[in-house]
């Protein structure tokens, strides 16, 4: 079988922030793989495609994988036990698909939307209303349709909320959003 992707190694480790419970997993792989991402997104449903950044994210399970060229990050896991299967089961996935890659018409779209609560999960939480929102979830609701900067959460701009604002903004990158 043709290979796209030899192999990857988990150098970062983190406490997952949608989930307090669960674990971030960063690995870094041995080759360029955004070549498979406009097949692996016609092949899987629900992948967020934004092909200018080259970044695929993939919910699975009720987790999230984001494949980048160089590097995959996955949230919501349980353990690195659990982290190692997860990989096992992409590098295989992403080598059938890009083998199988003549049979299967590229899909280049960004595929499905952000949704809300995925965005509220990583907001401070604490309606303060300096956004001008009366809620959390009702800034998430106007971010989501692109009727409100994240910046004009202060909140998230701190010290405190570093992490997740890490995280919401490579969401928001993934899903095509511009940030500044
Ligand atoms: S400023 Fe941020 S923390 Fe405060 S209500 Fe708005 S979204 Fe929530």
Redesign the pocket.
Known sequence: MEMLLHSYKITRTLPCLADPEKIRVIAEISDEIHEAFPYLNATLKGCIYNHPALTLTIKKDGKLFTLHAHHITLAKIEDEKEAEEILGWLRDFINETYGKRDQIEPNYSKGENLRALDIFRL??????????????L???VRLVGQEIEVA?????FSETFREKRKVLVELLHAAGFNVT
């Open positions: 907001l401070p939480g604490t309606s303060c209303k300096k956004c001008g929102e009366l809620t959390c009702a800034f998430a004009k959460c202060i909140p998230l």
